[in-house]
């Protein structure tokens, strides 16, 4: 249910706002509140008269109208509601919003705001594959920007294939999961996620095996939880969870960095699978092929991100989780790990190659806290991620 939340609904110009019309009769079932903004390229779509009828309010369209202004001024309008949707989120919308643009009412609310934003994009296939509307999509999650859709389907431009705005029920729930209150509402959670890339030169580097399935996972289901996340990926294969604040990097001397700069927060996984060594002094200059024999590296020890974080004498995150990815005497090596680093719980796995786990869909967890070993069964990662963030929850 929406009783009592406030939704600030931006149509723009795309022929999927006629969902949109189905979306605020939607809403306003569930008890929500739907102030309506219309852009230019919207009006050609939908009419204005519409729009209010089935908001049952004021529809506003232009940035400098003086009559609105006296009422609400745009940067009041911006902060009224509880959450910013934008349904249809056109290409050109999404290139404002990445770049910062107010050029009209929509792109200066969406500048103004300090409330959260959820966006429905909808387009023709071309324009969402477009190079230009995927780097504006990886800015806008990063962000904290929240997307959903599109789906897959006919357009209306006679094509097929991902560019049809979501249906309203789908941005009902996606609404319904942001602004329904959780055991985690308030809470800042840093989460570390992916491998790290540590260069040999300008086009060589030493990684590892990680997927980042498991880190991604479980920044969804602390920010399912309300938690707001901040997500430090390393280059990851899974894609980093929606609607959180995603900070990429590669390097481990990187992530710490990042996780210094995100710091307070109430809690701290640590789930980046961190090269331990660099090279201690990695090239400018492609290595070349030498008579004179192979090249000799040299390596450098990484800082130890989780040890450090733990062992920080003010501003410690109240909960910090490690990991412990083992190949044998599993509990043995991740006790002994939870006390050497100072962290207060370990997420201990089998990562032997006959497991499967590393790049695998499952996962079979040992959670060790102070109160000892508590072996989990077989589940998939997004299962271990749902049980890990209600034990977060339930401690912090
Ligand atoms: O020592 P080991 O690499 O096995 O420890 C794993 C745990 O420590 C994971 O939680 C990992 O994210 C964290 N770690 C770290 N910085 C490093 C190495 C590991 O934060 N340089």
């Given at each position: 249910m929406l009783q009592g939340k406030h939704i600030l609904l931006i149509i723009g110009g795309g022929i999927a706002a006629f969902k949109s019309l189905d979306l605020i009769r939607r809403l306003r079932e569930r008890g929500a509140t739907v102030t309506p903004v219309l852009t230019r390229a919207g009006e050609q779509f939908v009419t204005p008269l519409s729009v209010s009828a089935l908001a049952g309010r004021k529809l506003y369209r232009d940035l400098f109208d003086l009559g609105d202004e006296a009422e609400m001024g745009h940067i009041q309008l911006s902060r009224v509601a509880d959450l910013v949707v934008v349904a249809p989120a056109t290409a050109d919308l999404m290139a404002k919003m990445a770049n910062g643009h107010a050029d009209d009412l929509a792109s200066t609310l969406l500048m103004a705001t300090d409330t959260p934003v959820l966006i429905a994009p909808a387009m023709n296939v071309r324009m969402w594959d477009h190079a230009a509307t995927q780097r504006n999509l990886v800015t806008l999650k990063g962000d904290g920007i929240a997307v959903v859709g599109p789906?897959?389907?006919?357009?209306?431009?006679?094509?097929?294939?991902?560019?049809?705005?979501?249906?309203?029920?789908?941005?009902?729930?996606?609404?319904?999961?942001?602004?329904?209150?959780?055991?985690?509402?308030?809470?800042?959670?840093?989460?570390?996620?992916?491998?790290?890339?540590?260069?040999?030169?300008?086009?060589?580097?030493?990684?590892?095996?990680?997927?980042?399935?498991?880190?991604?996972?479980?920044?969804?289901?602390?920010?399912?939880?309300?938690?707001?996340?901040?997500?430090?990926?390393?280059?990851?294969?899974?894609?980093?969870?929606?609607?959180?604040?995603?900070?990429?990097?590669?390097?481990?001397?990187?992530?710490?960095?990042?996780?210094?700069?995100?710091?307070?927060?109430?809690?701290?996984?640590?789930?980046?699978?961190?090269?331990?060594?660099?090279?201690?002094?990695?090239?400018?200059?492609?290595?070349?092929?030498?008579?004179?024999?192979?090249?000799?590296?040299?390596?450098?020890?990484?800082?130890?991100?989780?040890?450090?974080?733990?062992?920080?004498?003010?501003?410690?995150?109240?909960?910090?989780?490690?990991?412990?990815?083992?190949?044998?005497?599993?509990?043995?090596?991740?006790?002994?790990?939870?006390?050497?680093?100072?962290?207060?719980?370990?997420?201990?796995?089998?990562?032997?190659?006959?497991?499967?786990?590393?790049?695998g869909p499952e996962n079979a967890v040992i959670l060790i806290t102070d109160d000892g070993a508590d072996v989990w069964p077989r589940m998939t990662k997004d299962a271990v991620a749902r049980r890990l963030a209600q034990r977060i929850a339930d401690a912090l």
């Open positions: 789906n897959d389907g006919d357009m209306a431009c006679g094509e097929f294939g991902p560019g049809r705005m979501s249906e309203p029920m789908e941005i009902v729930a996606a609404i319904e999961a942001r602004l329904t209150d959780g055991p985690l509402s308030g809470k800042r959670i840093l989460v570390t996620s992916g491998p790290t890339h540590e260069p040999i030169d300008p086009v060589r580097y030493i990684a590892n095996r990680s997927s980042g399935a498991q880190g991604a996972a479980i920044g969804r289901a602390l920010a399912a939880l309300g938690a707001e996340v901040i997500f430090v990926s390393g280059p990851a294969d899974a894609a980093a969870p929606d609607g959180v604040e995603v900070i990429r990097v590669e390097t481990a001397q990187q992530m710490l960095e990042a996780v210094e700069a995100a710091l307070p927060v109430d809690a701290a996984i640590f789930a980046a699978a961190v090269a331990d060594w660099r090279v201690a002094s990695a090239s400018d200059r492609k290595l070349k092929k030498s008579k004179d024999g192979l090249p000799m590296l040299e390596f450098a020890e990484n800082p130890d991100i989780l040890r450090m974080v733990s062992q920080m004498k003010h501003g410690r995150p109240g909960l910090i989780v490690g990991f412990a990815a083992e190949t044998d005497d599993v509990i043995d090596n991740a006790t002994a790990k939870r006390l050497r680093k100072g962290c207060d719980w370990i997420v201990a796995n089998d990562v032997s190659p006959a497991t499967g786990i590393m790049g």
